[in-house]
């Protein structure tokens, strides 16, 4: 396994590995690494030839900036683990190598943005595009791995490709959980044991809500929701909200066609966390 730092590194190497006629998977990241990331590296080693996993903590998605300061960064453990997993290529560069001056591109995703992770969270939609597009340019990936715990971020991400007319396919895989069902996320190390353990009540209230559908209409399935949770009191939902999954249309009557799916945003304590069930 190799880890680079520059830019020309990688691209030199992935041009190697193009003569060679080798497909490239890629699996981006931000580190601190657990589960959920180890399988999608998995399931790029599966469908391609060479795996390269970047870890770099972009600071120009967090719209928060004491949410970037406490992002947990764990790189030599990532890299061990990546080693272990027999990964070919780690990609762990600077702030200044990714960003030598700063980007100044605006993406228009439309309505994907204005909903859910969008309207909460101003820019940070903007700043994904603009480091997955600068990473798709140096890394030039047959196909690309994403978990579904960030459902809409693979909706986002799509229509960049269609936008930018990469020719990349992009992989949703799905999301991995601990024992307790919590979606696995580098954002749990940063919770304490007693909100770790109530988190967990998250998705035990999706699967339960999974089986009121159609039963109970879709409004009231959202209050149902919302207060379950905020009975909690660990937790506070941010939004509950139920969308088709191809659109992230908000669905309002459950004879509407398509697949559909519920996506939650809940604080434990300091710590946000998402979720989501696909019905
Ligand atoms: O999902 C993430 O970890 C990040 O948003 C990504 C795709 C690595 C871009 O920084």
Redesign the pocket.
């Given at each position: 396994m190799q880890v680079l730092n520059t830019k020309n590194e990688v691209i030199n190497l992935i041009d190697k590995f193009k003569k060679e006629q080798k497909t490239i998977g890629f699996v981006?990241?931000?580190g601190a690494l657990h589960e959920g990331h180890l399988s999608l590296v998995e399931e790029a080693k599966k469908n391609c030839d060479v795996t390269v996993v970047?870890i770099?903590v972009?600071p120009t998605?967090f719209n928060d900036p004491e949410d970037l300061k406490r992002y947990p960064r764990t790189l030599e453990n990532d890299v061990e683990l990546l080693h272990s997993l027999d990964c070919d290529i780690v990609f762990a560069p600077s702030v200044q190598e990714i960003y030598p001056e700063p980007d100044t591109r605006k993406f228009n995703f439309g309505y994907l943005e204005s909903v859910m992770e969008g309207a909460k969270r101003p820019g940070h939609f903007n700043g994904?595009g603009q480091?997955?597009s600068r990473l798709f340019d140096i890394v030039r990936p047959d196909k690309a791995f994403?978990?579904m715990k960030?459902f809409q971020?693979i909706a986002i991400?799509k229509e960049m490709v269609r936008q930018l007319h990469y020719d990349i396919e992009i992989v949703p895989c799905p999301i991995v959980r601990e024992e307790s069902g919590l979606a696995r996320s580098s954002r749990n190390t940063l919770l304490d044991e007693e909100h770790r353990k109530n988190a967990a009540h998250i998705y035990a209230t999706l699967k339960k809500a999974h089986y009121l559908v159609p039963e109970t209409g879709v409004e009231q399935l959202k209050q149902w929701i919302t207060d379950e949770i905020n009975d909690n009191p660990f937790l506070e939902v941010e939004y509950v909200e139920i969308v088709d999954s191809e659109t992230l249309k908000v669905v309002k009557d459950w004879n509407e066609p398509g697949k559909k799916v519920i996506c939650v945003a809940v604080y434990a304590g300091k710590i946000r966390l998402i979720d989501n069930i696909v019905l």
């Open positions: 981006p990241t931000m970047s770099f972009n998605q994904v480091v997955v994403f978990g960030d971020q991400i």
